[in-house]
């Protein structure tokens, strides 16, 4: 039963730290998505890769957010540094079509 | 640009009852798709469906059903019987035109009680 996995799944950090959270999309998918959740703003796209290649991360902080894919089975997503509006659950998502996405199960994510 | 409105904020239910997750969309596409997801408890997102804009033929899954109409820009949702594990927050979304991301609505929460 293949999955997209998420690592950490849940991370509390102080304000100011670097947070690194990493996807494995499910293997043979192409495209891999960044989404983040909150009460306020709901569930949000940041970022999302074709092959590897960045095509819209319009959705994300630039000053302190990245999003980058080091081969096909990873994908990673960088706060740095983070602050407390940061805290949030991010889910990672991978499809083989343009039109399918899996999730992973989230990383939750407080910053204090 | 897209957009998704889920008008029910939440939604209780008594065992049982049928009830139905409204979803209305918009876009200037003529290709989309589009998505329901059920967010558990536990806070993973489960696909439930896809639709494409082509095909309006609405489809049944047990007891889960949807109801396609582009004339009105609905993607409606019904649970027959529904059961204590229905309990969940659900998003209908789209990915429409080239883009392939989702746009969310902002999700109905079901509580379903015995």
């Known amino acids: 039963d293949a999955r997209v996995t998420q690592t950490p799944r849940h991370k509390v950090t102080e304000m100011g730290q670097e947070v690194t959270m990493r996807c494995q999309p499910i293997l043979g998918h192409n495209t891999v998505f960044w989404y983040r959740q909150t009460m306020m703003q709901g569930l949000e796209l940041l970022a999302y890769f074709r092959n590897r290649a960045p095509l819209d991360d319009s959705g994300m902080p630039k000053d302190r957010f990245s999003a980058e894919m080091p081969d096909a089975t990873l994908a990673t997503l960088k706060i740095q540094p983070s602050e407390p509006r940061d805290s949030a659950v991010y889910f990672c998502?991978?499809?083989?079509?343009?039109?399918?996405?899996?999730f992973g199960p989230g990383t939750r994510l407080t910053v204090t | 640009a897209q957009k998704v409105t889920q008008a029910q904020t939440e939604i209780s239910v008594v065992e049982k009852e049928d009830v139905t997750l409204d979803c209305v969309y918009e876009t200037r596409d003529t290709t989309y798709y589009l998505f329901w997801y059920k967010q558990p408890p536990s806070g993973e997102l489960v696909f439930l469906i896809r639709r494409n804009s082509f095909d309006e033929q609405n489809e049944i899954s047990g007891r889960y059903s949807w109801n396609f109409q582009k004339s009105t820009s609905s993607f409606n949702f019904t649970i027959t019987a529904s059961q204590v594990v229905d309990s969940a927050v659900y998003f209908c979304a789209l990915s429409a035109g080239t883009a392939s991301k989702l746009t969310f609505g902002t999700g109905t929460r079901l509580q379903v009680t015995l």
């Open positions: 998502a991978s499809g083989l079509t343009p039109y399918e996405q899996y």
